[in-house]
């Protein structure tokens, strides 16, 4: 299939997939820099400083040096130790996966955006029952996102949807993946990683789902961070990539669009 292909939803599709294409490439270029790094100092004393960071900042609306900006010391540094090391690059390659799997989701929300724009272009039935929802299906811009979102995908995709969750190679369900990534991507956001339990282990198959795609570390009795490493996040990309497609598949044969990729 190509880009000229007469399937109206594969454009959308397309650059998804590219999308996703530089957040795996960021991600193992990251992994694979970092790691270099902690073998280039795997031989040095366990006391030796690798590096050192102090936030140093100015009074905008103060006193200056004749034009000089007078510069102060707020009290927050960091160093690390080669002893330190391995713990920090793991939690550097875990914030930059993290940040990947934010990313992929908010791209993910994007292409089905697009799909129910599109989807409301082809079917005026659909549109009409759109139109009931309080917003307007003609601008994109003001389509919900989130769960409300996945509510949208469903009605488009009928009874289908959840054919294909229930029946698929890896056994999963659409709709507890798609809650657990937005609920992890939730907690990176706004929350620097760190999630409740009720979030994300509220069955079998949500905590299931959770401890296939990251790894998690206690925080508090309620609490826990989120961490990734690039082999899970390759993964999750994967199964994301791959639910995408059965959106995609769905509603390609509805229309009787082409939609193999081969």
Request: aromatic content about 14%; some cysteine; charged content about 25%.
């Amino acid at each position: 299939m190509t880009a000229k292909c007469d399937n109206l939803y594969y454009p959308d599709l397309r650059k998804f997939y590219e999308r996703l294409i530089v957040l795996r490439h960021n991600a193992y270029f990251m992994n694979n820099m970092m790691n270099a790094t902690l073998k280039k100092y795997s031989n040095v004393p366990p006391e030796h400083l690798i590096s050192a960071s102090a936030l140093i900042i100015s009074d905008i609306t103060g006193e200056t040096d004749n034009g000089w900006e007078l510069n102060f010391h707020t009290g927050v540094s960091k160093t690390v130790l080669a002893k330190e090391f391995n713990n920090e690059v793991s939690r550097l390659i875990s914030i930059e996966c993290c940040y990947v799997l934010a990313q992929s989701f908010e791209a993910l929300e994007k292409l089905f955006k697009n799909f129910i724009y599109e989807k409301c272009k082809l079917d005026n039935l659909f549109f009409e029952v759109i139109k009931t929802e309080k917003f307007n299906p003609q601008d994109r811009s003001n389509y919900p996102g989130g769960d409300s979102l996945l509510k949208l995908i469903r009605k488009a995709t009928k009874e289908d949807f959840n054919k294909y969750s229930e029946s698929n190679n890896y056994k999963l369900k659409f709709s507890v993946f798609w809650k657990t990534i937005s609920e992890l991507r939730h907690a990176i956001t706004h929350s620097q990683n760190i999630i409740k339990k009720e979030k994300i282990f509220k069955s079998k198959d949500y905590t299931n789902i959770a401890r296939h795609f990251a790894s998690f570390s206690p925080i508090t009795q309620n609490e826990v961070e989120i961490v990734l490493d690039y082999k899970k996040i390759d993964r999750l990309l994967k199964s994301i990539a791959e639910f995408a497609f059965q959106v995609f598949k769905i509603l390609s044969k509805e229309k009787g669009f082409k939609w193999k990729m081969s």
